[in-house]
């Protein structure tokens, strides 16, 4: 019996969403001190899925360990499953977060990633996946196994929030990456990320080369100065909302969280360009909320419809 019959079984009901990718310990460290929180970017998109109140399981490697039972209780209190087959390590990993001054943070790493081939017994609307698993080995190959299989049968969204300390050679991350792209629908990455990946290319270049790919949307997030989605037929600009920022862990997550709700809700409208700046606003809306508060913290569904019935009130109110 493999984990989505086992999962299937346990919920009394079919997965939205499957997010594939590592879950492990921030251990934050600022000028006043060090605090732990769970996260992983797919975990962390996990648990933002299920704030929102989407049926969300996660397929990850952690441990049996304390930081372990931390990070399923973390996903448990949001609703999120944790798909069997996730406890396969000895040690769950970590990540040390530095904040710097401007809230911005920076990673050093110890992290292990591994994944047993797996074929699914059904598929969830949406399967999400990126970051460090699907480029550390011998885990990728496993997460790429599995976008093969489900690309047919579900949208697949993919953010590959580059960790160059992790990575292997450019040529290498850039065949990883592009290998995937091609098993997508829905592309998310920063403006960091895409000049990493493409650093002779501009923004739009780097847009309008992954949508030859194959992937039909991308989104490139530039944090203060907004965000930019691209199709065959638009390329629409959407702000970002303006917030005091405690750090920006999280932030891109919560945003890739609240885009999948936005695919989930309105995934019959295509991508309109209507469409996509509605969800636009939403994610740049939850991205805002979780930039507030420390750690990888995002919005309740509540929280963020309350934030966007007041955007649309100041708006309606300035104009």
């Not at 007041?310 to 708006?315: G, K, P």
Request: aromatic share 6%; glycine share 8%.
């Amino acid at each position: 019996m493999d984990y989505l019959t086992t999962a299937r079984q346990d919920a009394h009901q079919t997965l939205d969403v499957m997010v594939v990718g590592e879950a492990l310990i921030d251990v934050v460290t600022t000028s006043h001190g060090r605090v732990e929180h769970p996260g992983g970017s797919p975990a962390n998109v996990a648990y933002g899925l299920g704030r929102l109140g989407v049926t969300t399981g996660l397929l990850t490697a952690i441990a049996p360990d304390a930081r372990g039972i931390s990070i399923e209780d973390h996903l448990r209190s949001a609703g999120v499953i944790l798909l069997p087959g996730s406890k396969s390590l000895t040690r769950t990993a970590s990540a040390t977060a530095t904040i710097e001054p401007d809230g911005s943070a920076r990673y050093d790493f110890d992290i292990t990633w591994d994944l047993a081939p797996t074929a699914p017994a059904y598929y969830p609307k949406i399967l999400h996946t990126g970051s460090i698993a699907t480029f550390l080995s011998p885990g990728a190959s496993a997460v790429k196994s599995l976008l093969e299989q489900a690309h047919r049968h579900c949208m697949i969204t993919y953010d590959p929030n580059i960790r160059p300390a992790l990575l292997g050679s450019h040529a290498e991350a850039i065949a990883i990456f592009e290998d995937l792209v091609a098993l997508t629908d829905v592309v998310k990455l920063s403006d960091e990320d895409a000049q990493w990946l493409y650093p002779q290319k501009s923004l739009d270049e780097t847009a309008a080369h992954i949508l030859g790919l194959g992937a039909g949307l991308t989104v490139i997030t530039m944090g203060a100065e907004g965000s930019h989605f691209t199709t065959s037929a638009a390329n629409i600009s959407i702000p970002a909302v303006k917030s005091e920022v405690a750090d920006t862990i999280g932030a891109g997550d919560s945003y890739m969280s609240a885009l999948i709700l936005g695919f989930l809700t309105r995934g019959t409208e295509g991508f309109a360009p209507a469409v996509l700046e509605q969800l636009g606003h939403t994610a740049a809306a939850a991205a805002a909320i979780t930039v507030q508060r420390p750690g990888a913290n995002p919005p309740t569904l509540e929280e963020l419809s309350t934030s966007i019935e007041a955007q649309s009130f100041a708006q309606h109110e300035g104009s």
